[in-house]
DNA sequence: TTGTAGGCGTTATCAC
DNA sequence: GTGATAACGCCTACAA
């Protein structure tokens, strides 16, 4: 910074405020700092800016399974919104324990950003509270009875129970859902987690289609998997309590897919035999064979919505502008409105796409 | 630190040196400087550290297109490495611009990482030096004539020679490939880059079967992406020149899904009227119906290799042990030998996975 | 084996 | 509108 100061025959200071576009600096001094410091190939440390002023420009996204299409899809939108807002992204990956969860959160995603971004998978709410440090974090898909924090989720019910609702819409007489057990219905975290929610949608959809519902409608599955998923299509092929099955709703996209793979592996055809119905609308469901139906989570509403509160939040913790004042468009919804301190829940936009799946 | 050196009795240099498991404090003194730290959820600072001694514990890797199965998959297998070695990995997504990834070196990774992993697109090995702030990086499929960084590739040409004969030796009497365009071989940068030296393998293939080669053996895309590689089958379907067409290797496996999608559309069957190849070995080709033939790299040990060479260029930079003590199992490959100063060119392992697309 | 002191590159608070 | 100066939290000679 020095030398940019002396470049530009000013003082290190006034570098620093021309640098951040702030106003108090004369337009024409602030263009011969910007053209000293290119020349110079000088660009402010992160690491000393945000000792000094808390602030790093940073914001994290700290995600479950970065090499499953969902995530990894969520995990690009995510950087595209959050880099289109003048903030530079960073994708961390937590990769199942919880201790994992804990050690990137107070490693590093508290520590250098200015905001994060969390699909919280083991940890609680209040541990999140305690290791984020006071920094704004938006969770997503996070449907905890108490919420300590901004969320945006999936349509779980709506989606669910459209994709119930459209298989037997087609006809289908035995519908079986993929995922969750029977039993979970005497489960109190029905309407705090989300599987819990989804099965709650596929029971209105049954409900309303006057459609009697038993442990036959459900085919649990340990671990939301590629492996089991295709497993589970022998399940429900080999069992007597699935024999006349006809449509098939699966929770991810992931696991209908190796569902179908399953059932091609046994010769039954999709749709004809079977129709199929998954969740997600990954990239991957589109070019399957039999294209896949899918409740499909629009990402980039997803991410515009995570940031608009995040940037809120962000802003309102120290009641200024954004770090770069050269890129933002500025949009930080709702000018001048005052943030409520509550926490928002918000939920993504979501369609139904029909595709050979479910084609009859 | 002040608390906790408080907390234990100590000064706050003994903290630092303690906490990071300098052999000069006593180990029962250690111990109680860990426990007072753990008690007051005390963490040392990234910036603070990483602005004193330059090393941060992070590595970054900076990739391409994290919402496609290849590249999340890889980033995925990258970030459990770069954990097992004991350091936080964060991931970028370059999102095609120059100016994007020129923007992500200066502003995070090549400030905030004690190494980085990259994936060059547009940047010139020699662009990169200078942003790179003399911290160690490596390349991936990078394949510049002379290289100014370490690097790990893809077996491009072994493993599109393997593609091509083996679909040669099922009987394929017309192969096609799928992605470069004929003109190529013009090119002066056959081989300097990933197509060039893929077209390569396929060329010595198809001139060890004794197949004369012209332009009804390529099928160029313009860009490497689903849509266009669904249209690219139409094409083969449509044009005279590939009208006797029953083998095809696209050059990645997200090409051939698409590229097999396309196929479907027309009512064409893979393997029977077509057999097809893709590269890469996704999750995805394993589930596809019919399943893929791949060139499958494995990605542990693309990983291992990388971080192998990275962490040995970290160590070198400063002449010492890992940041974090505690965490290595510290296998740095080749213990004692001095490392080569000389950019170091490893090719990960690889297998052609043999599976329906190709069974007749 | 432990304590002391100075500085890493910024930004914020003052004067001017 | 600009310049001097003191922190931010940590690391590391060096002294004890």
């Known amino acids: 910074m020095s030398d940019v100061a002396k470049a530009a025959g000013v003082s290190r200071a006034t570098v620093s405020y021309a640098l951040r576009g702030d106003p108090r600096i004369a337009a024409a001094t602030a263009e011969k700092i910007r053209q000293a410091a290119q020349k110079l190939h000088y660009n402010a440390n992160i690491s000393a800016r945000s000792l000094r002023s808390g602030r790093s420009g940073i914001i994290g996204v700290a995600i479950y399974e970065l090499d499953r299409p969902y995530p990894s899809e969520m995990s690009a939108a995510m950087s595209r919104e959050i880099a289109r807002r003048g903030y530079q992204p960073i994708v961390q990956q937590t990769s199942g324990s919880k201790d994992d969860e804990i050690m990137i959160l107070q490693k590093v995603t508290s520590q250098l950003c200015d905001g994060m971004i969390f699909s919280p998978g083991q940890v609680s709410d209040e541990e999140l509270r305690a290791l984020s440090h006071g920094k704004p974090m938006v969770l997503l898909d996070d449907i905890s009875p108490d919420p300590v924090f901004d969320s945006v ?17 087609i006809g289908c007489k035995h519908v079986v859902v993929v995922g969750p057990s029977y039993d979970m219905l005497l489960d109190d975290k029905m309407a705090s987690s989300v599987v819990g929610r989804r099965m709650t949608g596929c029971l209105r959809a ?52 190796s569902f179908m793979r399953g059932l091609a ?45 995040l ?44 595709r050979e799946s479910t084609r009859r």
Request: a negative charge; hydrophobic letters at 40%.
């Open 153 to 169: 989720n999936t349509a779980c019910e709506d989606g669910s129970a459209a994709a119930v609702r459209h298989l037997i819409d």
């Open 206 to 257: 049954f409900e309303e289609a006057g459609v009697d519902v038993d442990a036959s409608n459900f085919l649990p599955l340990e671990h939301w998997d590629p492996i089991p998923a295709r497993e589970a299509a022998y399940r429900l092929l080999d069992s007597d309590d699935y024999r006349d099955a006809d449509g098939v709703f699966c929770m991810t996209d992931t696991i209908a897919i």
């Open 265 to 309: 592996d046994r010769g039954v055809r999709v749709p004809d035999d079977i129709a199929l119905v998954g969740f997600d609308g990954v990239t991957e469901s589109e070019y399957a064979v039999p294209s896949l139906t899918t409740v499909r989570t629009d990402l980039d509403d997803l991410a515009r919505r995570t940031l608009d509160l």
């Open 311 to 354: 940037i809120d939040r962000i802003n309102a913790n120290v009641g200024g502008a954004g770090i770069d004042a050269t890129g933002g468009t500025g949009d930080n919804a709702g000018d001048g409105l005052a943030f409520p301190d509550a926490p928002q829940r918000l939920t993504a936009a979501w369609e139904l796409v029909k």
